[in-house]
């Protein structure tokens, strides 16, 4: 998947754990813990939806991978790819 | 044909709760109801809930106005038992602009709970400006429901913004038209922040109506392609700020009431312990490879499972001290504190969560909380937690003393999980552990009774096949 194609989905799914953090205003070095408050509660919701949206079951082994927004996007692209190897 | 009667009165949610508003009645008389139903929707000074029935009946007469504050115990409204012959006329509104078959059929089947709809029913009403004791319920049994506040302010208010929204473009199926009539401007406000093509959405509400809940199911299913944005301007979310920091200054003060009660009046103590959970956190990951992503278990689920294991076991902490002495419960309810964003706190209750086992105990926690956060909690929901488990460790302290919650008599902290140095079996390793605290009332137990119950709790966490 593009990289634009994972950041709508990292959107939606954003959009769905916590309504208040716009995507397009904040930097990709944004930690979801630290600075949009998720807690663990949320960020398993938000693992969730990003499992269910892009179709790929999220394993928790990648949850380093998944602390900044930034960190999820990249994660989402290069997910797709490994896939169609 | 004398009827038997009893009266709905202001519940308590909560043991800092002394008086509640109603905020809206779901029911109106000559509806019948089943217990469990929700009827009204009433607000505390920490939220917003929908209060169910707790027998059956048909709604006879209403006592309290919507808008009315009234003390915990006043009666509401009285209910007679049902067969009782109550016959009132159902009235229709002098403009109904969706003249879809209006059957009297309810829309689910009765028995099953109502959509989650209520809570959220005020705050519409007051974002739209819409005088919800004018509205008519389309509802089952004449609840009001989003689609009749959103009508409602479509019908009463000319302003240009919140009218006569544009038609979704695209192929119409054949109701589109009136469909495209009843979607409000709160619906169609989500629908643009989330993305959301109306024209794709399934509404259910009567007449096919799109409601806000439709709207965010459409927003949670794979996306399709986004809705063009349709309206830069958000005139209703205008009122919210001042409604969010009224609601978040109550919460404060009836935190304060509540835990300035606690200090005064119970005698705490405190007990620590240190568990080593490497196996236990092992043991999760491994079920978690197995587990759909939706329902894999979270760590603070196993401290849940822990606690009420012990509480069962050791039942002199699990109840309440009332009129100078314990009264102990009859099954373990887990108050659970849930951080709302944006700030405050509510606490639901798992009842009976020592008969969950842990992958039903963590789904049942995740389902709560995550209602909890969205504002969709039943009264019920937020009464009855015999023992607390508050866990700070998200937060990253180690340790929590934390304050018992009236008339609970026990309340269990569990702080961040952490890698240690540590000795197993005289080696040296490096552990996952973590630091649980009991703070316990001393005219309910002692020191012996707590210890027994954080070694119970320790034991079983350090023994993950015990969860």
């Not at chain 2, 707790?54 to 009285?78: K, L, N, S, Y």
């Not at chain 2, 007051?126 to 509802?139: M, N, R």
Request: charged share 25%; hydrophobic share 40%; proline share 9%.
């Amino acid at each position: 998947m593009t990289p634009d194609k994972a950041r709508e989905l990292m959107r939606d799914a954003l959009r769905q754990v916590a309504p208040d953090a716009d995507i397009d205003t904040l930097p990709p070095s944004t930690s979801l813990r630290d600075d949009l408050e998720l807690d663990s509660l949320d960020f398993e919701n938000l693992v969730t939806q990003l499992s269910e949206r892009s179709g790929h079951r999220i394993d928790e082994d990648d949850y380093p991978m998944l602390t900044t927004i930034g960190g999820c996007v990249d994660y989402l692209a290069g997910l797709d790819e490994a896939a169609l190897r | 044909m004398a009827a038997e009667t009893f009266e709905f009165t202001m519940p308590s949610l909560g043991a800092d709760m002394d008086e509640g508003k109603l905020v809206e009645w779901l029911v109106k008389p000559g509806d019948k109801v089943a217990k469990g139903d929700i009827v009204a929707v009433v607000e505390t000074a920490k939220a917003i809930m929908e209060v169910e029935c707790f027998r059956d009946g048909v709604v006879q007469q209403v006592i309290v106005e919507p808008g009315t504050t009234v003390p915990v115990g006043a009666p509401m409204a009285t209910f007679a038992t049902v067969g009782a012959p109550v016959v009132v006329p159902r009235p229709e509104p002098a403009v109904t602009p969706a003249p879809a078959p209006r059957a009297p059929a309810p829309e689910r089947p009765s028995g099953q709970p109502a959509a989650p709809s209520g809570p959220l029913i005020r705050r519409l009403a007051a974002e739209l400006g819409v005088d919800l004791s004018a509205v008519h319920g389309t509802g089952r049994g004449g609840a009001i429901k989003r689609a009749d506040v959103r009508q409602a302010a479509a019908e009463q208010a000319p302003t240009p913004a919140a009218t006569t929204p544009p038609r979704p473009s695209g192929p119409s199926p054949p109701s589109g038209a009136e469909r495209a009539a009843r979607v409000s401007p709160y619906a169609r406000e989500l629908a643009e922040r989330l993305g959301v093509d109306l024209g794709a959405v399934q509404g259910t509400g009567r007449g096919g109506a799109i409601r806000a809940d439709d709207v965010r199911a459409a927003a949670a299913a794979p996306p399709r392609e986004a809705a063009a944005p349709e309206r830069p301007d958000r005139p209703a979310a205008a009122q919210e700020p001042d409604a969010a920091a009224r609601r978040a200054e109550a919460a404060r003060l009836a935190t304060a009431k509540l835990m300035a009660r606690s200090k005064r009046e119970i005698p705490h103590y405190y007990l620590r312990t240190t568990v080593d959970v490497t196996d236990a956190l092992a043991w999760i990951k491994e079920r978690n490879r197995e587990l759909p992503v939706g329902e894999r278990i979270l760590p603070a689920a196993m401290f849940l499972r822990a606690t009420a294991i012990a509480a069962g076991q050791v039942s002199a902490l699990n109840g309440f001290w009332e009129d100078g002495h314990f009264v102990p419960a009859t099954s373990v309810n887990l108050g659970v504190p849930v951080s709302l964003r944006g700030g405050g706190l509510i606490t639901p209750a798992i009842a009976d969560a020592a008969a969950l086992k842990l992958p039903e105990l963590a789904v049942r926690m995740r389902e709560l909380a995550t209602r909890a956060k969205a504002g969709r909690l039943r009264g019920s929901e937020l009464t009855g937690a015999t023992i607390t488990v508050t866990n700070l460790g998200d937060l990253g302290v180690e340790l929590v003393y934390g304050v018992i919650y009236p008339p609970q008599v026990a309340l269990v902290g569990v702080g961040r999980i952490v890698d240690r140095p540590w000795a197993v079996d005289g080696l040296l390793g490096v552990r996952s552990v973590v630091t649980v605290t009991l703070s316990a009332d001393h005219r309910a137990s002692d020191g012996a009774t707590g210890a027994r119950f954080l070694d119970v709790l320790g034991r079983n966490l350090s023994q993950p096949e015990n969860l």
